[in-house]
């Protein structure tokens, strides 16, 4: 196999802001495909903010994630990588469907959190028979009222096992008890069985993700697995926030418990790339890293130098680092500013395992034309949309955002930040785009929860707020 050995800097535009400065080499991105099929690891954190990643050069100093540096090593970061909600929940059901969550009436935490129609296959009922597949960590696409019929739970969507909670956005880091009368609010779940356990959640996730891996080194395995850190409640343990706060006294107890909490999401990182590796599956691991929307305001994120926070469809509620690893089929240590998003994940592993389908009728596409650098380019036009006042949509350079009726338009190459609103100088462009989200927005359902397909106001212009 022909090899080339380069050494640069891999600086990318002002979109995004992280940069990578290595000595690496890379095998012919055209190499085949493994002969044995990839394993599939999604590791999802949550609100996890964009400057709270140390990839990023504008973090804060008090932000360290060297195990998640170290995955960027080995993967394609996505300068502009988006999730297709705003909050948890309709980020969770557009990946689990590779369709815009809003087909089957997800909008909102509320939508989600109900659960849509179980009957509809998500992610594990895509891939092969001979794939073993787990949910561990949050799964908030369904409570469990009916328990113990448990229609919207993981088992009974395509997943082989799980260990996890149900529903809703957080869960006390270290309560971890449950009782079959549901008297402890978020039960812990162990297959379809509630348990009581021990220990801080996050690091008890991560020592599921490991212990899965083990028992299933031998076959091809689907690991789903979603962290609820760094979401509220604020949770570490004491030593750790302590040690913050000799570090970083000047941040604010927010920060530091913040912090505190990230190290441990970040060691469960390195924990399962390191299982991969000593197991030697990580070279055949298609490996996707993500937040499932922007960092927390209540919680003190930094989503530097993106405007806006969680539960926004500015582009700090919805832009997230975003990493994919596959060493085997192609090389990391690169930086792709193709626009993607979190509905893209599902297609690519079908494609990943050859079981792509015009049958499967995905509205994401795969990736693998640019990770193994076939294509740059990708979607044509992206659509957000919350429960009736607020939408976007994003073709090329430009994104059109609308608030209660009241418009704005940004050139996101020029301005990532979103500070020059040129509604009044770009007529053209602002019909343009308004023209495609009402067409997209006729093929969607209504909510779940009953409210308003579209209850826009009055539509008119505004200034950057």
Request: net charge neutral.
């Amino acid at each position: 196999m022909k090899r080339q050995e380069w050494s640069m800097r891999m600086a990318l535009p002002t979109t995004v802001g992280i940069v990578f400065l290595m000595t690496w080499s890379r095998q012919d991105p055209l190499q085949a495909a493994p002969d044995s099929q990839p394993n599939i690891v999604i590791i999802l954190t949550d609100d996890q903010g964009y400057a709270d990643i140390s990839l990023n050069p504008k973090h804060p100093k008090e932000v360290s994630t060297p195990h998640m540096d170290a995955l960027a090593k080995h993967s394609v970061a996505f300068s502009q990588g988006y999730t297709s909600g705003h909050v948890c929940s309709p980020t969770r059901a557009g990946l689990m469907l590779g369709r815009y969550q809003q087909r089957v009436g997800v909008y909102s935490a509320g939508d989600g959190g109900r659960g849509f129609d179980p009957q509809l296959p998500i992610f594990p009922s895509f891939l092969p028979d001979e794939y073993v597949s787990t949910a561990i960590g949050k799964w908030h696409l369904g409570l469990d009222e009916d328990y113990p019929e448990l229609k919207w739970h993981a088992m009974n969507r395509g997943f082989d096992e799980c260990y996890k909670f149900m529903g809703r956005g957080g869960h006390s880091y270290f309560d971890l008890r449950s009782d079959t009368e549901g008297k402890f609010s978020h039960p812990m779940y162990r297959n379809k069985d509630r348990i009581n356990d021990e220990g801080y959640l996050t690091s008890r996730l991560t020592e599921e993700a490991v212990a899965f891996i083990d028992r299933n080194k031998s076959r091809p395995f689907l690991l789903y697995l979603a962290y609820n850190a760094v979401h509220a409640p604020p949770q570490a343990p004491e030593d750790d926030i302590a040690a913050y706060q000799r570090r970083f006294p000047d941040i604010g107890k927010e920060r530091q418990v913040l912090m505190a909490m990230l190290k441990h999401l970040d060691d469960g990182v390195g924990d399962v790339v390191a299982k991969l590796k000593r197991e030697e599956l990580f070279d055949n691991t298609l490996l996707f890293f993500l937040t499932d929307n922007g960092g927390a305001k209540a919680m003190h994120a930094d989503n530097t130098p993106l405007r806006g926070f969680k539960g926004s469809l500015a582009e700090g509620g919805i832009r997230t680092p975003f990493l994919v690893s596959w060493p085997a089929k192609f090389s990391g240590g690169r930086t792709v500013d193709t626009p993607i998003i979190s509905l893209d994940i599902l297609p690519t592993a079908v494609d990943a395992i050859g079981k792509q389908s015009a049958k499967n009728n995905f509205d994401g596409k795969s990736l693998l034309p640019l990770l193994t650098g076939d294509s740059q380019t990708h979607h044509d036009t992206l659509f957000w949309c919350k429960d009736g006042d607020e939408w976007a949509v994003r073709r090329g350079d430009w994104k059109l955002r609308s608030v209660k009726g009241e418009t704005e338009l940004f050139n996101l190459t020029d301005d990532p930040s979103e500070q020059r609103n040129l509604v009044d100088d770009q007529a053209k462009i602002v019909t343009t785009l308004r023209n495609a989200f009402a067409a997209w927005k006729e093929q969607m359902a209504d909510p779940i929860t009953g409210n308003p397909k579209r209850n826009e106001r009055k539509k008119k212009s505004a200034g950057t707020r």
